[in-house]
Nanobody, 125 residues
Framework: QVQLAESGGGSVQSGGSLRLSCAAS????????MAWFRQAPGKEREVVAA???????GYAEHAKGRFTISLDNAKRTLYLQMDSLKPDDTAIYSC???????????????????WGQGTQVTVSP
């Protein structure tokens, strides 16, 4: 049974920082891809960033230069360092997992079969 558990969300002022974590368990994939998605109230879920167990990270345009995704393979834990936060970053942030390498379609939620429960990020003006 695959389980993903996010933590590290909270409320910050514009320009502040947060570091999210996602602890994964219950899988034995030799190679895998993990990603962060976010969903604001009334909006579609959108990708933030993705990273493979042995590959380079990919970022959505809104995250470039401000967010950093990383993966601790030994701990099976995914991280997202978020700096220079804006009110538009307010959303529920969820981590996702799939077996194998990150596909070219990594920005689409449907390619990830496993999801965490999400953690709330709120950025005030």
């Amino acid at each position: 049974q695959v389980q993903l558990a996010e933590s590290g969300g909270g409320s910050v002022q514009s320009g502040g920082s947060l570091r999210l974590s996602c602890a994964a368990s219950g899988f034995t994939y030799n190679t895998y891809c993990m990603a962060w998605f976010r969903q604001a109230p009334g909006k579609e879920r959108e990708v933030v960033a993705a990273i493979g167990s042995n590959g380079s990270p990919g970022y959505a345009e809104h995250a470039k230069g401000r967010f950093t995704i990383s993966l601790d393979n030994a701990k099976r834990t995914l991280y997202l360092q978020m700096d220079s936060l804006k009110p538009d970053d307010t959303a529920i942030y969820s981590c996702a997992l799939r077996n194998g390498y990150c596909p070219g379609s990594w920005s689409f939620p449907k390619v990830f079969p496993h999801w965490g429960q999400g953690t709330q990020v709120t950025v005030s003006p």
